[in-house]
């Protein structure tokens, strides 16, 4: 199946633009919905079916839905793209100074809203405790990269917005997180054991009222291993670990299959202390236009392709180590703080500067694609078996030592069923504009199907894999002629698969 870059996205854009002010846009469900120059000799099956919210347990994603607290973003606005997306968790900042505007006055209206209706729709908000607050001398700044409270008066007006907000939504909150990137930026004042400290003053007053929470810590801004090897030990030697469930981590690159080493010196470093707190990678995603705008990796050549290969290239690369991921961000955002208002772009929705949403981009279907097919159903394969391009006598290597070290590839096994999904992409490269296939011949190893399929996950096309691209022989499945790029495919068993015609 041939398609043609632009259209698409183009006629949607038209659509959108005709449409009145206020009014939501359609997320189109047709196998147009995202049109690329691939070119798969593959016989054509059809589209991968979204899931909404309801229809999905659970699964490893979260959704960034940050900058309410700077009317960066309208909730509003945005609020009925979420169900369709299929992702259930929604990370937000409380806003301690759109909150208390005046001395010892706290105005909860403004998330009163969003809290209850994100509630009513079946999401489960994950909550920060930023920023600081004005108000106060010595209060932190109410921005990114603003100090945290550190005057005896700031923190004890801090103790007191903490208790109120955790009183407040304790019956519609479980999820929390204390301090966004407190190594961001100039936050040269914000060491790593103030910090530690003030994630442990934190924690400590939500567990008091609510001791069921489930508390992230840390929220680095970008890698820094000095950083988090005191933080930890801190925590370690006030022994408060036990207050914790996670500790995020936010670290832009451009390449997203990039950063493995740096993810495992932070997992080893944890582990020095604890197996029971994991990691979480709590914001992270690519623009979908470059040179302008704010926000990191702002200054490359994205594309909104691009941008689709990163965002699914970082989620399935976090499901492959175990680590949940919060997507960044659900919209456009208009920074409107400094001498320039600009967009964000990491948004999956395109908006403009009055906050309305255009249209979801290429993204937003891919993103589709993933969280239709990968659900807390499916269980990781660890040991994982296989070989791409094999050569004539060629055994099976373990998964870190394959034949083709540009692959990322990972396998996982229905809970239920036992049959299986694999996830392959060229992981060498920052994501690419364009598309450059090549094909792999690909052996797995204790694989499990009755009828694999291929699925393209930026498009969501589905096709067959005709039986004389494909073996058995014992538990070992042999595939020839898979088409392979910068953005994940999948070889799954076609159960694992729904798709319309």
């Not at 290597?397 to 809970?415: A, P, V």
């Not at 694999?452 to 070992?476: L, M, Y």
């Amino acid at each position: 199946m041939k398609q043609h870059t632009v259209l698409a996205p183009l006629l949607l854009a038209i659509a959108a633009l005709a449409s009145p002010p206020g009014q939501a846009q359609v997320i189109e469900t047709n196998k147009y919905r995202v049109v690329t120059n691939l070119d798969v000799k593959l016989p054509y099956l059809g589209t991968v079916k979204a899931r909404s919210t309801d229809q999905i347990t659970g699964s490893n994603w979260l959704l960034g839905a940050e900058t309410l607290d700077r009317d960066f973003a309208d909730y509003e606005q945005y609020k009925a793209f979420i169900a369709p997306l299929g992702i259930k968790r929604l990370r937000m900042q409380a806003g301690w100074n759109k909150t208390e505007k005046v001395l010892g006055r706290y105005d909860f209206a403004w998330l009163d809203r969003i809290i209850d209706d994100a509630h009513a729709r079946g999401f489960k908000p994950w909550l920060q405790t930023s920023y600081g607050n004005v108000l106060y001398p010595g209060g932190g700044g109410a921005n990114l990269g603003a100090g945290m409270p550190v005057s005896p008066e700031a923190l004890a007006a801090y103790d007191r917005w903490v208790t109120a907000l955790v009183t407040r939504y304790k019956g519609k909150v479980q999820d929390w997180e204390v301090w966004n990137e407190p190594n961001f930026g100039d936050n040269t004042t914000n060491t790593p054991e103030m910090t530690a400290d003030f994630n442990i003053r934190t924690a400590e007053i939500i567990k008091r009222i609510q001791p069921e929470a489930r508390i992230s810590g840390l929220a680095l801004g970008h890698h820094n291993q000095r950083f988090v090897a005191r933080f930890f030990k801190r925590l370690a030697d006030q022994g408060k670990f036990d207050l914790f469930d996670n500790m995020t981590y936010h670290n832009y690159v451009y390449n997203p299959d990039s950063d493995h080493h740096e993810t495992g010196e932070l997992r080893r470093e944890l582990e020095k202390y604890t197996t029971r707190v994991r990691l979480r990678q709590g914001e992270n995603g690519a623009p979908s236009a470059g040179g302008t705008g704010r926000g990191a990796l702002w200054d490359h050549d994205w594309t909104e392709l691009s941008q689709a290969k990163w965002n699914t290239r970082r989620m399935l690369g976090t499901l492959g180590q175990d680590i949940e991921m919060s997507v960044f961000g659900l919209v456009e955002m208009n920074y409107t703080f400094g001498p320039i208002n600009r967009l964000n772009f990491k948004g999956i929705l395109k908006s403009d500067a009055s906050l309305r949403v255009i249209r979801p981009k290429t993204a937003y279907y891919a993103i589709q694609n993933v969280t239709s097919v990968f659900d807390n159903s499916l269980q990781r394969i660890k040991g994982l078996e296989h070989t791409h391009n094999i050569d004539s006598g060629a055994s099976p290597n373990l998964y870190s030592h394959t034949t083709d070290r540009k692959l990322q590839f990972f396998g996982y096994r229905h809970t239920g069923t036992g049959k299986q999904v694999y996830t392959v992409w060229d992981g060498e490269s920052v994501p690419t504009n364009d598309i450059a296939v090549r094909l792999q011949d690909i052996q797995i190893t204790g694989g499990d199907f009755d009828q694999p399929v291929w699925v393209d996950i930026i498009t969501g096309a589905v096709h067959e894999i005709p039986a004389s691209q494909w073996s058995r022989k014992g538990n070992t499945f042999s595939f020839k002629g898979i088409p392979v790029y910068d953005a994940p495919i999948l070889i799954a068993d076609k159960s694992l698969v729904s798709f319309t015609p």
